[in-house]
């Protein structure tokens, strides 16, 4: 740039020598760092936090873990004692959301049902998440022969109607809340291997990877400190689309006769009894537990839109 | 393309004997018989009864018995329903599901393309923003929730549409709606993601330049390319739909395949089960295969590459 200048110099001789002045050089300066360094978890999280849609998700979801706990402690009525002198009360301030056709509070049936999703969520992604890893970083590091092997067989389960699967495993097993929880963990790690195995196999040839091995690292230690935490970005985004399904799955087991069973509590079946009064006008035992799957699901798809972007390194600026 | 269509072919085979044979010894490993519960019945009743579904002979024969049976596309007989074989239930029930699913397929496909390019064109634009918020409370709404907000407002608070079964047009409204918003939404978001990364592309500068009609750049040369990531999609999207329709059947008493398969479960009638899982399955798999042939079609970079491998 600075070359060009000169040579144009003449050609307009309006401007006058004088005004080129080479910028003193400024030798502290230069290698100073403008941005202050951060590490990648720190970026992520200040991109996330700027995200607002994404840290409504998070605020709602860390209120329903407090309701879930706690909810249930505060509540003057229980879950389960049917009081039939109080069928089918609406609202109140005594019966917040109302009460059942059994008496029964559908406030504190809410809270239990939050209790009875969350558990269910986040039981599948963790089940999700230590099959997947270590099936997809087995097969992905491995490569070859192994990596193929290991593959048709996810590709077979993946061919798998996964709602079907659950069904059937519900029929078998019969239904409850660890059957759940098993059924929806027999197909759904497939997924997570699918996207670990890709990621260690684009990971595993860069030169970081090489160096470690240069210096004889053992093979655990690369999976563990090397490759692992490469992968954890889209492996959090999925944990993160895995729970909302897993919760919807457990509603829609639920509601269709196949998941929580009566007394207990949970959003899919207290849906599926609010339905079958809608004729009779009792718009609230429908409506809370409803809005909460939505809500829910909501909260966890827009932190997972959220997370999504924050943690994708190339929009990081 | 041939030798891959076998080969297609003979996994789908497989992946479908794998299906038959785990349902198989699934179902056959409930402890106790399909007639003992509730009502007690005489020994030698309960004996015909075995021995008329072959329930006396050994496992691996009755296996045998029902793969011979399947081959020749018998599905054998209901047992609680008597009178009635699985392939009767099918023959009455798939019709109505394949009308619903294909519609709401259908409605989802055109409405969620229509979306994301709208979206896409105006990117962070009102139109944007609007169509992202369907989009992400489409996703949001289980579809059972989805048909009874519908029923309350539609059909009950507001009687524009009937509230249950399935004769007319009208009636297929609702239903359609209910199942349709979830695919939809992401059929959206899909089409959105890949038509914006498509209309930074070169080649599309190049239509601009050359002066096309931004109709022609958008559903010729943009939207050719933007739909390839949805198409693959498609069969996982097909198969939510599929078990979509069991509790949208249920919802809306629609007589369809879901409702024999839902009433099966809960009367634990082990043929109807094991044969509507095998048919769901059968379809499922081969709507994945047509989604990949597809995909050869509609991506000539594929078909090259499968040549030149070998």
């Given at each position: 740039m600075e070359l060009r200048k000169h040579e144009n110099r003449n050609i307009s001789p309006d401007v006058p020598d004088a005004w080129f002045v080479?910028?003193?050089?400024?030798?502290?300066?230069?290698?100073?760092?403008?941005?202050?360094?951060?590490?990648?978890?720190?970026?992520?999280?200040?991109?996330?936090?700027?995200?607002?849609?994404?840290?409504?998700?998070?605020?709602?979801?860390?209120?329903?873990?407090?309701?879930?706990?706690?909810?249930?402690?505060?509540?003057?009525?229980?879950?389960?004692?049917?009081?039939?002198?109080?069928?089918?009360?609406?609202?109140?301030?005594?019966?917040?959301?109302?009460?059942?056709?059994?008496?029964?509070?559908?406030?504190?049936?809410?809270?239990?049902?939050?209790?009875?999703?969350?558990?269910?969520?986040?039981?599948?992604?963790?089940?999700?998440?230590?099959?997947?890893?270590?099936?997809?970083?087995?097969?992905?590091?491995?490569?070859?022969?192994?990596?193929?092997?290991?593959?048709?067989?996810?590709?077979?389960?993946?061919?798998?109607?996964?709602?079907?699967?659950?069904?059937?495993?519900?029929?078998?097993?019969?239904?409850?809340?660890?059957?759940?929880?098993?059924?929806?963990?027999?197909?759904?790690?497939?997924?997570?291997?699918?996207?670990?195995?890709?990621?260690?196999?684009?990971?595993?040839?860069?030169?970081?990877?090489?160096?470690?091995?240069?210096?004889?690292?053992?093979?655990?230690?690369?999976?563990?400190?090397?490759l692992l935490p490469n992968t954890m970005g889209p492996i959090i985004v999925q944990m993160t689309l895995t729970i909302p399904s897993a919760i919807f799955a457990e509603a829609f087991l639920s509601f269709i006769g196949l998941g929580i069973q009566a007394p207990h509590a949970s959003w899919g079946v207290m849906a599926n009894d609010g339905l079958s009064t809608i004729l009779s006008g009792y718009w609230w035992r429908l409506f809370f537990p409803t809005l909460f799957i939505s809500l829910t699901m909501f909260a966890f798809n827009v932190l997972g839109d959220g997370l999504q972007d924050a943690l994708d390194p190339k929009l990081r600026r | 393309m041939n030798s891959y269509f076998i080969k297609r072919f003979a996994a789908m085979i497989i992946t479908l004997w794998l299906i038959i044979t785990a349902t198989f010894f699934l179902m056959h490993s409930v402890p106790g018989s399909p007639f003992n519960e509730e009502r007690t019945t005489n020994e030698a009743v309960q004996k015909n009864l075995e021995a008329y579904y072959h329930l006396d002979q050994p496992l691996i024969v009755q296996y045998g018995n029902y793969l011979a049976a399947l081959v020749k596309l018998d599905l054998g007989p209901s047992i609680k329903k008597s009178s009635q074989s699985v392939n009767d239930m099918l023959g009455r029930g798939f019709p109505v599901s394949f009308e619903l699913g294909f519609y709401t397929l259908l409605v989802a496909i055109l409405s969620g393309i229509l979306l994301g390019v709208l979206a896409a064109l105006r990117h962070n634009g009102i139109l944007d923003y609007v169509a992202m918020s369907i989009a992400v409370i489409g996703i949001s709404i289980p579809n059972f929730v989805m048909a009874t907000f519908l029923i309350e407002e539609l059909a009950v608070r507001f009687p524009i549409f009937p509230v249950a079964t399935w004769s007319s047009p009208k009636h297929m409204v609702l239903p359609i709606l209910a199942l349709a918003t979830g695919p939809m939404a992401i059929i959206a978001r899909l089409t959105r993601t890949s038509m914006l990364e498509v209309l930074t592309q070169d080649y599309i500068k190049t239509a601009k330049a050359k002066g096309l009609s931004p109709v022609k750049i958008v559903f010729k040369h943009a939207l050719r390319n933007a739909l390839l990531p949805v198409v693959t999609v498609l069969g996982s999207l097909a198969a939510s739909i599929l078990t979509g329709t069991f509790v949208i059947e249920k919802i809306f008493a629609i007589p369809g395949m879901g409702k024999y398969f839902v009433d099966s479960i809960n009367t634990r009638d082990y043929p109807v089960i094991m044969g509507t899982t095998v048919f769901y399955s059968a379809i499922l798999i081969l709507m994945l295969l047509i989604v990949d042939l597809a995909y050869g079609v509609l991506d000539p970079r594929i078909k090259l590459h499968k040549k030149e491998a070998k």
């Open positions: 080479p910028k003193a050089r400024n030798q502290t300066d230069a290698e100073a760092v403008i941005r202050p360094s951060l590490s990648y978890w720190k970026d992520s999280w200040l991109r996330l936090l700027k995200n607002k849609l994404a840290m409504a998700g998070l605020v709602f979801l860390a209120l329903l873990t407090l309701l879930a706990i706690f909810g249930p402690m505060i509540s003057p009525h229980s879950v389960e004692k049917q009081t039939l002198t109080l069928q089918n009360l609406p609202p109140s301030s005594k019966y917040w959301f109302g009460t059942d056709d059994l008496g029964r509070d559908v406030f504190t049936r809410t809270c239990y049902g939050a209790r009875i999703s969350l558990f269910v969520g986040l039981m599948a992604a963790l089940i999700d998440f230590i099959v997947g890893v270590v099936y997809g970083g087995f097969s992905g590091y491995k490569g070859g022969r192994t990596d193929n092997l290991m593959m048709r067989f996810v590709e077979i389960l993946y061919g798998l109607p996964y709602l079907l699967v659950v069904i059937l495993v519900m029929v078998v097993i019969g239904p409850g809340l660890t059957t759940i929880i098993l059924a929806l963990s027999i197909t759904g790690w497939v997924g997570m291997a699918r996207i670990v195995r890709g990621q260690v196999l684009q990971i595993k040839n860069y030169e970081f990877v090489l160096a470690s091995k240069t210096f004889g690292t053992n093979t655990a230690r690369i999976i563990r400190k090397n | -």
